[in-house]
Nanobody
Framework: QVQLVESGGGLVQAGGSLRLSCAASGRTFSRHIMGWFRQAPGKEREFVVGITWKGATTDYADSVKGRFTISRDNAKNMVYLQMNNLKPEDTAVYYC??????????????????WGQGTQVTVSS
């Protein structure tokens, strides 16, 4: 069992930066793939980025490549999402998610078993 709590969302102007954090509880956190998803009003939840349990492999959505960076600190049970050069289209609720490592780094919500409550990111133009 893994419990996730996101923080760090807020309102920022276009071109600005935010850093999201995801605090995880559970003894097996380090054995989980971690992902960030986002959901804008009226849209489906979409994959943003994922990272394997050792951090060796990451996968980014094309829309955030070169602007967002995921990292994890297994000793602290934390996952981070550094978001730079934010755009209005990045506005959404951002969710942290966890999946067993054996399942592989997936890009669909169905691949993930555990979810945080979400944190709102709003980018003004």
């Amino acid at each position: 069992q893994v419990q996730l709590v996101e923080s760090g969302g807020g309102l920022v102007q276009a071109g600005g930066s935010l850093r999201l954090s995801c605090a995880a509880s559970g003894r097996t956190f380090s054995r989980h793939i971690m992902g960030w998803f986002r959901q804008a009003p009226g849209k489906e939840r979409e994959f943003v980025v994922g990272i394997t349990w050792k951090g060796a492999t990451t996968d980014y959505a094309d829309s955030v490549k070169g602007r967002f960076t995921i990292s994890r600190d297994n000793a602290k049970n934390m996952v981070y999402l550094q978001m730079n050069n934010l755009k209005p289209e990045d506005t959404a609720v951002y969710y942290c998610a966890a999946a067993p490592s054996l399942r592989g780094l997936g890009v669909t919500p169905e691949n993930y078993d555990y979810w945080g409550q979400g944190t709102q990111v709003t980018v003004s133009s």
